[in-house]
């Protein structure tokens, strides 16, 4: 099966390696070094090598951008598959004594790939965290434990099992902000080894890691989150409407009100190009869609809509009334699935990313678009290279305004409309064309320079964007350099995570391409 399932084998394989593998050289030496340091730690049968009929497939089992699995993509030299908190240890500790760099990965969710690739031409090493993974939900204190090997859909499954009118904040961030602003402790590794909490590591170290970037400043192996009310019923409406239906205009009136929404609102908007048959035969046109989840009933929505944003037209026919964990299921465009699905770490969901290769960028509005900028909008959707492009437009305001930029590394509070995210993708077998659709996003991005946030122009950590600038390659950036992409994501908090990180891994064993990096001048 891949696993190495004796310990007796580990010698063997060591000797097979060195001998057959390389010349004996310096990287052979590491590696089997390395190797032997694992072995001692009693953790062989959790450890790939590319010797292992299993790696391809455990490397590329949470990888959800296949513009990064290519003959060319850089591959580690092992993957570590921990059990248990002793074994990420081990894995630290053989790494940092054989000088390998360390990449965690939990969802394998990086728009960017860094939690599994590497651009540097040293060798590196994958802890995928796929094992730990469990979800501890206590009802009666309305919290749970959540390991970082989880997904999403398993948290909410979990909860809905034990209580429905319990939830996870992460789409309320409206009514009850951020998932970072819930979590009240975590189990984390530094890269020493030490096993830390909240009340261990500090507040300064508890801050920056809800939301300072992962792969920064050690590992999170769990965190404890505070659940929130949602109530037995929620209503969902998603309402599509063409440019020859007016999506202009009532897009645009969007953009005045849907901030100004009851924080009980969740409002989104889909963009994309669909075929239309018109007068002339079928036609690319654009298509925008308007979609809420509402904690509450469908006449009260309808009626609710009908006073604020008549435009739309909403009518009770629209609406669906369901539980929360069904609207994650309606609002991922999987109305009549099993809940089961959820449980699929395979499983794409459709609004965030449909097919197998992506580029994704992120922006910031805090004044509406004009008309007239949609129309440019529109004329460069419908380019051929554009296909494959989504975008989402997903409304703030709420609590969200009630919290100061400096609550979590995460800033983007009062004064934001909405955040976008520009997506654009394509097929596996069309990697080949992968440079032509992202000079187009580069175009289109160039083009909404004037629309959006200015100095700096702002940008969602969780949408990763190489693009905005990145580390140096050899572990030692300038802060100047670091500056341009960190100020992108954090503003003001930039500074107070250099600090951080200077503080609690000034060697900066744990990097990456956009990293935050210990202050080096």
């Known amino acids: 099966m891949g696993f190495l399932h004796s310990s007796s084998l580990f010698p063997f394989l060591l000797v097979f390696i060195v001998s057959f593998s390389w010349p004996i050289t310096s990287s052979a030496d590491i590696y089997g070094d390395f190797?032997?340091?694992?072995?001692?730690?009693?953790?062989?049968?959790?450890?790939?090598t590319q010797m292992n009929s299993s790696y391809s497939s455990i490397l590329e089992s949470t990888i959800h951008n296949s513009r990064f699995i290519t003959p060319t993509s850089p591959k580690p030299w092992v993957i570590v598959t921990p059990l248990h908190v002793s074994h990420v240890q081990a894995t630290i500790r053989c790494s940092k004594i054989h000088g390998l760099q360390l990449r965690t990965r939990s969802g394998g969710h990086d728009f960017e790939g860094v939690s599994y690739i590497s651009e540097s031409e040293s060798p590196f090493v994958i802890i995928d965290l796929a094992n730990l993974r469990s979800v501890q939900v206590d009802v009666e204190n309305e919290v749970a434990w959540v390991q970082s090997g989880a997904i999403m859909g398993e948290l909410y499954c979990e909860i809905a099992q034990k209580n429905r009118t319990l939830a996870f904040p992460g789409l309320l961030f409206r009514k009850y902000g951020l998932a970072a602003d819930n979590v009240i402790d975590a189990e984390f590794i530094d890269a020493n080894g030490r096993i830390l909490n909240r009340k261990s590591m500090g507040e300064d170290l508890f801050w920056a890691i809800r939301g300072g970037g992962g792969g920064s400043f050690g590992i999170v192996l769990s965190w404890k989150i505070k659940l929130v009310h949602v109530g037995e019923t929620v209503t969902v409406f998603s309402i599509s409407k063409t440019l020859e239906q007016n999506a202009t205009q009532i897009l645009h009136r969007w953009q005045y009100i849907s901030y100004k929404f009851p924080d009980g609102m969740y409002p989104s908007i889909t963009i994309s190009?669909?075929?239309?048959?018109?007068?002339?035969?079928?036609?690319?046109?654009?298509?925008?869609?308007f979609s809420t989840m509402f904690l509450g009933r469908a006449n009260e929505l309808v009626l609710l809509m009908q006073n604020i944003f008549s435009e739309l037209g909403l009518t009770s026919k629209d609406c669906n009334e369901m539980s929360f964990v069904e609207s994650i299921l309606a609002l991922g465009l999987l109305p009549n699935q099993n809940l089961e699905i959820l449980l699929d770490r395979n499983y794409r969901v459709s609004f965030l990313v449909a097919t197998p290769s992506f580029k994704t960028k992120s922006d910031y509005v805090k004044k509406p678009i004009p008309e007239i900028?949609?129309?440019?909008?529109?004329?460069?959707?419908?380019?051929?290279?554009?296909?494959?492009?989504?975008?989402?437009?997903?409304?703030?305001?709420?609590?969200?305004?009630?919290?100061?930029?400096?609550a979590v590394p995460f800033p983007h509070r009062k004064g934001n409309?909405?955040?976008?995210?520009?997506?654009?993708?394509?097929?596996?077998?069309?990697?080949?064309n992968s440079e032509r659709y992202i000079a187009w996003m580069r175009r289109f991005y160039s083009y909404m320079k004037p629309f959006v946030s200015k100095s700096p122009r702002e940008a969602y950590v969780n949408y990763r964007d190489l693009d905005i600038g990145k580390n140096n390659e050899d572990g030692y950036t300038t802060y100047a350099q670091m500056s341009v992409w960190g100020r992108k994501y954090f503003k003001n908090n930039f500074d107070r995570l250099v600090k951080i990180k200077t503080k609690i891994d000034p060697e900066n064993f744990f990097r990456h391409q956009q990293s935050i990096s210990p202050y080096f001048g």
Not at 35 to 48: A, E, G, K, R
């Open 373 to 406: 900028g949609f129309q440019g909008i529109w004329s460069q959707l419908l380019e051929p290279e554009a296909r494959g492009a989504t975008f989402n437009f997903v409304a703030y305001g709420g609590k969200m305004d009630e919290f100061p930029e400096s």
């Open 417 to 432: 409309l909405y955040k976008i995210s520009y997506n654009i993708r394509w097929r596996e077998d069309d990697n080949v």
């Open 35 to 48: 190797l032997h340091c694992l072995s001692s730690s009693s953790i062989s049968n959790l450890v790939y």
């Open 273 to 289: 190009t669909t075929n239309t048959t018109t007068q002339d035969g079928r036609n690319l046109t654009v298509v925008v869609t």
